[in-house]
Structure formats: C-alpha cells, structure tokens
C-alpha cells in the first residue's frame, strides 16, 4: 500500500489553478524531495498533503481519504513543518515542542508526554535549548526545534517546507542528516528545496513541479537538461553545475 495516493487533485485560489494533478502515489519510508522553481507549487502541494488545504479530488493517506480524518487523528499521523516559525508572544522550547503532544493528552499532559518531549529534543540533540526562549535561537536551531514539535507527537510522516532555507552549509548538512536518520528509523519524509547540490545527496525520490504539475516522480536526481525545463534556464548548463 502506498502511503499517499493523490487522485484527480487541482486546488484553485479564484480563477487560478495553482495545483493539477491527476494522479501521484508517494511509498512510505523514503526521503521525497520536491523541486521547483517559486510559484511552481511546492508549497501548495504540501500543504494539501498535510491536510491543511482543501483541494477537489482525492488524497488517500494508508488507503483512507484524508479528508475523513478528524484533526486529531490527521495530527497523530502527519507533521506539518513550516519554512518559518512566526509566534506573536514568547514561548520556551519545551513548550513548543509540548505542543506537539496535545492531540495525544488534549490539554491533560501526563508523565508518557513529559517523556515524549524531552526525547524528541535528545533525538534532535537540542535538550539543552529546552528552556531558551525561541526569540533567542538561531535559524538552524529553530527548524530542530520545530521538528522536534513533530517528532514529540510521534507521527509517522513528516512535511516540511524548505527546512534548508536561510542556513549555512554546515546546518544544512546536519539538518540533511537527521532527515534522513528519521527515515532509517521508519519515518517517511516529504521536503522542498532549492537546494541543488546537499538535499539531493540524501533524498531517495525526486518530485519536479512546474506551473502545478508534475513533471517528474523519480529515484534519480534530474540532469542538467531537466532542471533547465524545470526552472525555466535558457542557456546550456556546464559540466561543472552540480558540483560543490
């Protein structure tokens, strides 16, 4: 069974068709990188995924319809990570990523929760950030920390919107590697990018968009002459585009 079976999918925002998509099945336990150039869609798609967005057609997550899950249950499965963490008032680390266990204890957390925090910071290797205020943290350690607020609520797929953007090499790599350290424990992983040289390295499966579309949904990472299409290059890419 595949994890997400998409069906005659098309989300609309007035007259404009910014998703299209007549069918895409996603297997579980694989890191899915999806490419684009902005306004291809990426983050649409995503977020139709994620159940956050309510699209014509159909989204089957383990062979039932997304959208007969309860927000309860869709939070238990899927855990939807932004490109950017935007709060307006102050919260501790921990209590973000406390958040992410409330559709397990909805308002009443127990020792299990406690427990379940505190290890999800441990996997993220940022235990020690648990009581600095999130204003205070830095790009890379605020995306740790919001994955972290997924991770807590155990679900089993992770959705995340550019989690590369706005960090350095060294953080990109990191964040790469837990990414793909979370599906060799079982985790399946759909993220965008535009990063072209690092996230491909570790991805199993790439998802190329354009205008709504997909182009392409494969194991090998797009050549040169694909990613001319995809991003819409006029000119002939070098030997040399892909290399650090």
Known sequence: MKLFEVHDLRYRVGDKVLIELDHLAIDGQELNLVLGANGSGKTTLLRC??????????????????????????????????????????????????????????????????????????????????????????????????????????????????????LDVGARYEMMRILKGLVSQGKTVLMSSHDLYLAPRFSSRFLSLRAGRVIAYQAEQPGRGALRQLYSIDEELGDDFLDE
């Open 49 to 166: 995924l994620a159940g956050l967005l309510a699209a014509e057609g159909r989204i089957l997550f383990k062979g039932k319809s997304l959208a007969t899950y309860s927000p309860i249950e869709r939070a238990r499965a899927i855990g939807w990570v932004p490109s950017q963490l935007q709060l307006g008032f102050e919260m501790s680390v921990s209590e973000l990523v406390q958040l992410g266990r409330y559709p397990w204890h909805e308002g009443y957390p127990r020792a299990h929760d406690r427990a379940q925090v505190t290890t999800s910071l441990e996997q993220l290797g940022i235990a020690s950030l648990a009581h600095r205020s999130l204003a205070t943290l830095s790009s890379g350690e605020s995306q740790k920390v919001q994955i972290a607020r997924a991770l807590a609520c155990e679900v089993e797929c992770l959705i995340l919107d550019e989690p590369c953007a706005h």
